[in-house]
Every structure is written in structure tokens, then in C-alpha cells.
């Protein structure tokens, strides 16, 4: 059974960073795509960045491009999303989420398959 886990989220001041983290379980890491969604409050769920567990080939949304860095360490079966230059609109609650086999460079929510439980991210002016 899949298991995505989420932490590291938390409150911090505008131009502060923040780094989330994923721990997945049940299937065979190294070969999918991964990606980070996020929601909030009223909004429909955002592709932040995706990631191919086999060859480390990323994908962003441009709304966090060059600020937000996603990365792994596939000895740990862990995704993290490295956050910079946070802004208030990126205050939401941030999901992993594990995708197709192999490489697919989509922020579609409907082709990921198992979601976490979320993380919060909270930014204040």
C-alpha cells in the first residue's frame, strides 16, 4: 500500500525559506513521477513541481520558479521541496503526490494517483 508523509511545514515571515519534506513508502521509488501540489482556502489544488525519481528531470509551475526547488534522496525514498523567497500567496497546505511510471513533465492533478495528508505552510506579511 502507497504511503506519501509530509512534514516540515510551518509559519514564517515573508522572504523567509522553508523546507518540506516526503516520505513515501509501498511502491518502488525510483521509478515515477513526483510532484508537490498545494491548496488554499477556496482555491482549486495548484502543481507547484514535479520530479522523475529516475533521472531527476523537474518541472515547475511559474509562479514559483526560481524561488521553489524540489530535490530527493532516493536512498531515503524522500522528495523535498526547498522554499525561498516565500510570499503570503504561497500560504496553503502542501501535498506530495506520486504520479505515472516513468517521466511525465505535468502538473495535471488527475494523472497522480496517491496523495499525502498535507503539510501547512503558513506566510505572513
Known amino acids: 500500500q502507497v504511503h506519501l508523509v509530509e512534514s516540515g511545514g510551518g509559519s514564517v515571515q515573508a522572504g523567509g525559506s522553508l523546507r518540506i519534506s516526503c516520505v513515501a513508502s509501498?511502491?518502488?521509488?525510483?521509478?515515477?513521477?513526483m510532484a508537490w501540489f498545494r491548496q488554499a482556502p477556496g482555491k482549486e489544488r495548484e502543481g507547484v513541481a514535479a520530479?522523475?525519481?529516475?533521472?531527476?528531470?523537474?518541472y515547475y509551475a511559474d509562479s514559483v520558479k526560481g524561488r521553489f526547488t524540489i530535490s530527493q534522496d532516493n536512498a531515503k525514498n524522500t522528495l523535498y521541496l526547498q522554499m525561498n523567497s516565500l510570499k503570503p500567496e504561497d500560504t496553503a497546505m502542501y501535498f506530495c503526490?506520486?504520479?505515472?511510471?516513468?517521466?511525465?513533465?505535468?502538473?495535471?492533478?488527475?494523472?497522480?494517483?496517491?496523495w499525502g495528508q498535507g503539510t501547512q505552510v503558513t506566510v505572513s506579511s
Open positions: 503526490a506520486k504520479g505515472p511510471v516513468w517521466w511525465h513533465p505535468t502538473l495535471t492533478p488527475s494523472i497522480y494517483d496517491a
Open positions: 509501498g511502491f518502488i521509488y525510483g521509478h515515477y513521477t
Open positions: 520530479m522523475y525519481t529516475g533521472g531527476g528531470y523537474t
